[in-house]
């Protein structure tokens, strides 16, 4: 008895475990794939083996299983069962441990094709093609590792079997899918250029990823490099395009991509940089597809009528997953300073200082009506109005006398204010202006 993983559980097996594909050296035995039959045992066991090896299943997907007999389906329990009336080589099958069997990596991208929209289709297989794994789920983290095919391998396979479930869909995406990009924003950048224009892709055909050039002896003495590998080459316009993420900020990084961009000019190559920023914002793409457009002699005629639109639309699929990372990272961010100034203003409350009143720093205004005293002590410490020994004044009237109010209070302020500056407490700082006020008005009431 044996059990074969297919479809979305073994893609998830090749995203989390993907050594197993250099396991598929051996020919599997006919009888034991041919005579699967997914017995509750035999699930248990597979379910634990994936549990061993850290492949995670989304919480509502169960066990995808192939047999190869309609009767044995009838023994699948808690798990989708796919029957197949075709039967590929047992090379394209893999086994993972006594009894539990995997389809291969080839056949793996064929069946993608029978559950996945065209444009997640090619992700895919550049996901297989190339040296990064993204994992399950929505993250933008990823895994580097070795490619577990290639291009041809997948065509070569597509191409020696008919009358298949997705093939024609299958065959169409590998068109649009080069080998060995190292990162997911390298191969969402590719795309852009490589699926055809009606989904808002340039369509270009003759296109290479890793892409390696040898350093000439005319420009040797301009790069400290021996060879040069392009993220992406343009055969037709001979032009290198090359992504620029975070790690080519660096002052060293800089001077080498310098290095990089002079010795390929001096060899004949056109250099078209991508950065970030620009592939993120809508309006700065917009212009570096306008200029490889150009570099490769693509009319404005030949474009769909709202290839504008197709092209925001597909540049907005490739970067869905750095997009929402982008907005939950805002959105952290918007919490935490919520956060800071609740606490801050929690801590204020309990000191008694309120941090919305404006009147924290401010004095009570200065009622001109009242009348003080002349020898008044705080008047005769700080007026510069007293005559000086010896000199004679006109003799003024005692009757109105507002305006010698308005400089005692002031310079009696101006005291205060002394005085709490030195405090350092807003709290005691307002106290004390208005004791100061109380004790001239119950002066003057007084009077």
Not at 40 to 58: I, M, P, Q, R, Y
Not at 393 to 403: L, M, Y
């Amino acid at each position: 008895m044996s059990i074969v993983l297919s479809h979305t559980t073994a893609k998830a097996v090749y995203q989390a475990a993907h050594s197993v594909s250099a396991k598929g050296i051996e020919s599997c035995s006919p009888a034991a794939i041919y005579g699967s039959c997914p017995t509750g045992t035999l699930l248990d066991a597979a379910t634990e083996w994936l549990t061993k090896n850290d492949v995670s299943l989304d919480a509502n997907d169960s066990l995808e299983v192939m047999v190869f007999d309609r009767r044995n389906a009838r023994y699948a329990m808690n798990c989708q069962c796919h029957v197949s009336s075709k039967r590929f080589s047992n090379s394209r099958f893999i086994e993972l441990e006594d009894g539990i069997f995997i389809v291969g990596v080839e056949l793996c991208a064929l069946q993608a094709a029978t559950y996945l929209p065209f444009r997640e289709l090619v992700e895919y297989y550049f996901e297989l093609c190339s040296a990064y794994s993204l994992g399950t789920g929505s993250s933008t983290s990823y895994n580097e590792r070795f490619a577990l095919t290639s291009t041809e391998r997948l065509k070569q396979f597509f191409n020696s079997i008919t009358r298949c479930d997705g093939l024609a869909l299958a065959r169409k995406a590998i068109q649009c899918v080069r080998d060995g990009c190292r990162s997911p924003m390298e191969t969402a950048f590719v795309m852009m250029l490589t699926l055809p224009k009606s989904e808002g892709g340039l369509g270009i055909k003759g296109i290479e990823t890793d892409y390696e050039v040898q350093v000439t002896a005319a420009a040797k003495n301009l790069t400290r490099r021996k060879k040069f590998f392009m993220d992406a080459y343009l055969k037709k316009s001979r032009t290198d395009i090359e992504y620029n993420g975070f790690y080519h900020d660096a002052e060293e990084d800089r001077a080498i991509d310098e290095e990089r961009k002079n010795a390929l000019a001096s060899m004949g190559y056109g250099i078209i940089t991508v950065s970030r920023y620009s592939f993120m914002h809508a309006s700065s793409f917009v212009r570096v597809m306008e200029a490889i457009q150009r570099k490769e002699g693509v009319r404005p005629s030949r474009l769909p009528k709202d290839f504008q639109i197709m092209q925001e639309d597909l540049r907005q699929f490739v970067l869905r997953r750095f997009i929402e990372e982008k907005r939950r990272i805002q959105k952290q961010l918007r919490q935490d300073s919520e956060d800071r100034q609740r606490i801050d203003l929690e801590k204020a409350t309990l000191e008694g200082i309120t941090l919305d009143d404006p009147t924290i720093n401010e004095v009570p205004a200065i009622d001109d009506m009242q009348t003080v005293e002349s020898d008044s002590p705080s008047f005769a410490q700080t007026s510069s109005l007293a005559p000086e020994a010896g000199s004679s004044v006109p003799e003024t009237r005692p009757a109105n006398k507002v305006g010698t109010l308005a400089t005692c209070k002031i310079a009696s302020i101006q005291q205060s204010r002394v005085s709490i500056t030195s405090s350092g407490s807003k709290c005691e700082a307002k106290s004390l202006l208005r004791e100061s006020v109380r004790q001239h008005l119950r002066k003057n009431s007084s009077d």
